[in-house]
């Protein structure tokens, strides 16, 4: 039971969305009417800048960090019977899927990224800097920071399988096809409109000085 309602406050903590938020503490454009209409990290860059999508960035990601080392940690202490590493995948998968799904703004959210790279810190750092260096390469050699995700996403089982561990191979691998596939169906419209030729691009200053010559 105890365990269970984990579950739905680790999901709750998920929906607490930092444009949102911020939006609340921050008056300017709404990031949810403007760009994308995405509430999350990239659209706000595009909508309110550089130190607003940071501060979207670093939220989204914290509260993945505050689900696994303060609720998981105090919820096993009252007896949970789950093993830590397996329930502590299962709350930072149920952190992601609240952001996607936010119980408390119409289950209309983000696309999951920051809070999934806060989960990856916590349980899988070594496989971080792969994470982040396949979505900056894409992102800024295309300008589509959904291509990026997607890819990025593609990592995790990727590197699961190089493991060669026999004995968590399993467990691991399920975690990384969850949250790859929670990622990816989070921007299956962006991949969409990216075949379609419709997929909003970043210009970098330095296409536009290319463009330009």
């Known amino acids: 039971m105890l365990a269970a309602l984990g579950f739905v406050v680790a999901w709750f903590i998920g929906g607490v969305l930092g444009a949102d938020l911020l939006a609340k503490l921050w008056p300017g454009p ?10 999350g990290a990239s659209n706000a860059l595009r909508v309110r800048g550089k130190l607003f999508a940071l501060l979207v960035l670093l939220w989204d990601a914290a509260k993945a960090v505050l689900v696994l080392l303060v609720l998981a940690p105090l919820v096993q202490k009252q007896g949970g019977s789950m093993s830590p590493e397996s329930y502590s995948a299962l709350l930072g ?26 989960v990856i810190a916590v349980l899988l750092p070594a496989l971080l800097p792969w994470v982040l260096g396949v979505w ?25 399988i190089s493991t060669g561990d026999v004995e968590s191979g399993k467990a691991l691998m399920a975690f990384c096809m969850m949250l790859t596939a929670l990622v990816l169906g989070a921007h299956r419209q962006n991949l969409q409109r990216l075949v379609r030729g ?5 210009v970098f200053p330095w296409q536009k000085s290319t463009d330009e010559k």
């Open 93 to 118: 998968l149920a952190a992601v899927a609240g952001h996607i799904w936010p119980p408390l703004s119409g289950f209309k959210g983000g696309k999951g990224v920051a809070t999934a790279l806060g």
């Open 198 to 202: 419709e997929e909003n691009q970043f």
């Open 30 to 39: 709404p990031v949810r009417e403007s760009g994308s209409g995405n509430p």
């Open 136 to 160: 900056l390469i894409v992102f800024l050699t295309t300008g589509y920071s959904g291509l990026a995700s997607a890819l990025a996403a593609l990592v995790l089982p990727l590197w699961a």
